[in-house]
C-alpha cells in the first residue's frame, strides 16, 4: 500500500478556474508534507513546507492545507505558466531525512 | 539560494561498463540523497548519506553503490550498467531532518 497517494493523476483547467489537488497520506507519525513543482526535463522546485494540522501556507495563485490525513494544493486563477507536475512528499518522524513521494499530478493550464 | 549540481545532463553508455553520476552541492548541508525518477512509478530513493563517508540504503539499491569522500559532493556508480537503469537520475541535499530537500536537474541516463 502506497504511504502517499495523489490525486487527481491528472488535470486540465482552464485559465482562471480554481481547483484543488489531493495528496493523501499513511504514516504513522508526521515530521512534515511538501509540496514541490516539476517542470519538464527539470528536477523538483521546493514550493512548501507543512508541520502541523491545521498549517496553511501561501505562494501567489498557491496555497498549501494540511490535515491529519491530507494536504491540499489551492490553485486560485490559474495562469497557463502553472501548468507543470506537483510533487507531494512526506517525511516520518525518526525516518532519518527521508521523503517518500507520490506519483504527482500533472497540472495542464489552457489560455 | 541552494544549488545542486548534476555533471551531465546527458549520458549514453553500454551494457557492462561502469558509470559514474557526480553530484556537487554549495550549501553546506549536511545530507545527500539519490533518487531515480520513472513514468508511473514516481521518484525512488536510490541511496543517502547524511555525513562524510556514510551512507544508507534507500528503496532500490540493488545495482548501486555511492561514494561520499567529501561534504559538498555525492556520487553514485552503477557497478555494472544494465537496460533496467535506464532513466532519470535526480541528487539532492537537505540541512537536516524536516528541512526541504533541494534538487538538482537531474541526468538522463541510456543504457545501450
Known amino acids: 500500500e502506497d504511504q502517499v497517494t495523489q490525486s487527481p493523476e491528472a488535470l486540465r483547467l482552464q485559465e482562471g478556474e480554481s481547483s484543488s489537488l489531493n495528496c493523501s497520506y499513511t504514516?504513522?507519525?508526521?515530521?512534515?508534507l511538501f509540496w514541490y513543482r516539476q517542470d519538464p526535463g527539470k528536477g523538483p522546485e521546493f514550493l512548501f513546507t507543512?508541520?502541523?494540522a491545521g498549517e496553511e501556507k501561501e505562494k501567489e495563485r498557491l496555497k498549501a492545507t494540511l490535515t491529519k490525513k491530507e494536504s491540499f494544493l489551492h490553485i486560485t486563477a490559474p495562469k497557463p505558466e502553472d501548468s507543470a507536475t506537483y510533487l507531494c512528499?512526506?517525511?516520518?518522524?525518526?525516518?532519518?531525512?527521508?521523503?517518500?513521494f507520490g506519483k504527482g499530478i500533472t497540472l495542464s493550464v489552457r489560455p | 539560494d541552494v544549488k545542486v549540481t548534476q555533471s551531465s545532463r546527458y549520458l549514453v553508455k553500454r551494457t557492462g561498463e561502469k558509470v559514474f553520476l557526480e553530484c556537487v552541492q554549495d550549501?553546506?548541508?549536511?545530507?545527500m540523497f539519490w533518487y531515480r525518477q520513472d513514468p508511473g512509478l514516481g521518484l525512488r530513493l536510490i541511496y543517502f548519506?547524511?555525513?562524510?563517508?556514510?551512507?544508507e540504503k534507500g528503496d532500490i539499491p540493488e545495482g548501486y553503490s555511492v561514494s561520499r569522500e567529501k561534504k559538498e559532493r555525492f556520487s553514485l556508480i552503477l557497478e555494472s550498467a544494465s537496460t533496467n537503469q535506464t532513466s532519470m537520475y535526480l541528487c539532492?541535499?537537505?540541512?537536516?531532518?524536516?528541512?526541504?530537500?533541494?534538487f538538482g536537474d537531474g541526468t538522463r541516463l541510456s543504457i545501450l
Open positions: 539532492a541535499s537537505s540541512l537536516g531532518q524536516g528541512r526541504s530537500q533541494h
Open positions: 504514516v504513522s507519525g508526521l515530521r512534515g
Open positions: 512528499a512526506v517525511q516520518e518522524t525518526g525516518a532519518n531525512s527521508k521523503l517518500t
Open positions: 548519506s547524511y555525513d562524510v563517508k556514510m551512507k
Open positions: 507543512l508541520y502541523s
Open positions: 550549501m553546506d548541508h549536511e545530507n
